[in-house]
């Protein structure tokens, strides 16, 4: 099964606004990642958030992490036509035998009108 | 840097035949990951290795699939036979991350994929 799971799994804006997708995860984490898809290629890593964190910047984004709640959220701010990708949170499992796997979970297909 | 290397990037087989994917990872990454995307669905782990040890395969459907990395560093994965349902991108992805080292705090790097078709 999926570690985390993303909400909304659609998400449709006007070039301008700022888009914000969630993330809610199971088990306990070394770190949550973002990363973005373009149609048809590979997954681009955008962000990486440590536990031990709250919140973090790059350029446009901002991610948050509120562990206790077991959950991340990615804000992209003046989004732009060439934003339009499926976005996926993937957490590090810190614990376990499986500890360092990485899993990833279902997608937000963001859609940005010019 | 050159990135993840993925072969073929195209394959289309017919149910019950067998077919094998090989990913060349960034020089120098430990642990190597192979995940099948299903469409409109997010990116399956299968399993991941950290240099040629097995850290989680346990999605791994291991009556039909297998999967080696050769010396630590290239890998294979293989399908035999193949199902309809196993029709997915399979992707292949590297990082530096060690286990139980400082560097567990590392992003993965993707190739292309490999989209597979059975028929």
């Known amino acids: 099964s999926q570690q985390g799971e993303e909400d909304p799994q659609a998400l449709s804006i006007q070039e301008g606004e700022n888009a914000t997708m969630n993330c809610s995860y199971k088990t306990s984490i070394n770190n949550l990642q973002w990363y973005r898809q373009n149609s048809g290629r590979g997954l681009v890593h955008l962000i990486l958030i440590r536990s031990n964190e709250r919140e973090k910047h790059s350029g446009r984004l901002r991610v948050t992490l509120d562990t206790s709640k077991k959950s991340s959220s990615l804000l992209i701010t003046a989004s732009r036509a060439a934003d339009t990708a499926s976005y996926f949170c993937?957490?590090?499992?810190?614990?376990?035998?499986?500890?360092?796997?990485?899993?990833f979970g279902q997608g937000t297909i963001l859609t940005v009108h010019p | 840097e050159a990135g993840v290397a993925q072969s073929p990037r195209y394959k289309i087989i017919e149910k019950r035949q067998s077919v094998a994917f090989w990913c060349n990872p960034i020089?120098?990454?430990?642990?190597l990951y192979w995940y099948q995307q299903i469409l409109g669905q997010g990116p399956k782990l299968l399993i991941q290795f950290q240099n040629n040890g097995v850290v989680d395969d346990s999605q791994l459907p291991k009556d039909r699939f297998s999967a080696e990395r050769l010396k630590g560093v290239d890998s294979t994965l293989k399908i035999q036979p193949a199902k309809l349902e196993d029709s997915a991108v399979y992707l292949c992805a590297s990082s530096l991350a060690t286990l139980g080292g400082r560097r567990m705090n590392t992003e993965a790097f993707f190739g292309q994929g490999t989209r597979l078709t059975v028929v």
């Open positions: 020089s120098g990454h430990a642990t």
């Open positions: 993937a957490t590090r499992i810190s614990g376990g035998t499986s500890y360092g796997k990485l899993t």
